[in-house]
């Protein structure tokens, strides 16, 4: 009997152990970067608010961590993190996306501007050069 709970208590304290939560260090980096690269497809300027919620939702994550890490390390719980970050990192591809269709949408606009006023400055030369030959 006296070795039962012997074996009891070592498997008790193996799996206290085992439970202490680790801060998401991987969530962390998947997210970091996934903001970068909204950061670097411009979504601050061409997607702004879908970027700027992946930003809050990342620093929200954060914060959290933060919590957890000044438990004691079998009171820790990272999932509401983990959840956060999770949702960062889908926020900053959406971001990401957005940005570079607006990108695309605008430089369509630029050059359909463009092209009326080139037909426009088309238009008032070719009316000029006639109207000179009528008046000869």
């Given amino acids: 009997m006296k070795n039962f709970f012997r074996f009891l208590a070592i498997i008790s304290l193996f799996s ?10 991987k969530d962390m980096a998947t997210a970091h970067d996934a903001l970068e690269a909204a950061r670097i497809a411009e979504a601050k300027q061409y ?6 919620v992946a930003g809050n939702t990342f620093d929200s994550a954060m914060v959290e961590i933060k919590i957890q ?11 509401k993190a983990q959840k956060l970050l999770k949702s960062a990192v889908l926020e900053a591809d959406i971001a990401k996306e ?25 238009s008032k030369s070719s009316k000029g050069k006639s109207a000179k030959k009528k008046t000869r």
């Fill in 16 to 25: 206290f152990m085992a439970g202490c939560a680790k801060a998401p260090v």
């Fill in 98 to 122: 957005i940005s570079v269709a607006n990108k695309i949408r605008m430089q369509e606009e630029v050059a359909a501007a463009n092209l009326a006023k080139e037909k426009l400055n088309a």
């Fill in 47 to 52: 997607a702004p608010d879908q970027y700027n």
């Fill in 69 to 79: 890490d000044s438990k004691l390390s079998f009171l820790r719980n990272y999932a």
